[in-house]
């Protein structure tokens, strides 16, 4: 697999924190729209602002987090399938992806075209699913400082034959390799 170079990893890594930095602002836009129309806020002005904001970037923003984030799974030495961390991410994500195509976006959209005529019921799914996405979007940011629970599986052993011998260490071995994250292997 083909691996970028230090620069283009962190490019692709600043291009995935932007994307899902605009992800979580817009969710906090929506969160912010919700309770305004909760509150008595002109619902022919918030709830066709939540459409056209869903549309035109949630939805969009969604999709660049999710294939930006694969992108650096599959580029970078973490790996889609290497780290637990990095697979609770890719689920956590998967799941939201899915949710605000499927069911957040077509339900915001109609929310905007109701405008006033929109049901309280309706109107709290501009309140409800922001704040649920929000907290998601801030455990997959944990996830991504702390990197907890290890390797999904072992790292793949190396031929004590293969390594060159190296002067100045006890066993003559080369010296324990950090991984990605910068802990001792």
């Known amino acids: 697999m083909t691996r970028l170079s ?23 836009v929506l969160l912010t729209l919700g309770v305004a129309g909760l509150r008595g806020a002109d619902p022919d002005v918030v709830y066709p602002t939540a459409g056209l904001l869903v549309t035109y970037l949630f939805a969009p923003l969604s999709v660049a987090v999710w294939l930006v984030g694969v992108a650096s799974a599959l580029l970078t030495p973490w790996g889609l399938l290497r780290w637990r961390w990095v697979l609770v991410k890719l689920v956590l994500t998967t799941v ?6 499927l069911l957040l976006t077509p339900r915001i959209r109609h929310l905007g075209a109701l405008g006033g005529a929109a049901s309280p019921h309706l109107r709290v799914d501009l ?29 793949a052993p190396t031929s004590r034959r293969a390594a060159p011998q190296r002067p100045g260490h006890p066993d003559g071995q080369r010296p324990a390799v950090e991984d990605p994250a910068g802990r001792r292997a």
Do not use: E, F
């Open 6 to 28: 230090p620069t283009g990893r962190k490019a692709l890594l600043t291009l995935h924190l932007v994307t899902a930095l605009g992800w979580l602002g817009t969710d906090l």
């Open 96 to 101: 939201m992806l899915g949710l605000v195509l």
């Open 127 to 155: 309140v409800v699913p922001p704040a649920v996405s929000s907290t998601l979007l801030l455990v997959a940011t944990v996830l991504s400082t702390y990197k907890p629970w290890g390797r999904l599986r072992p790292a």
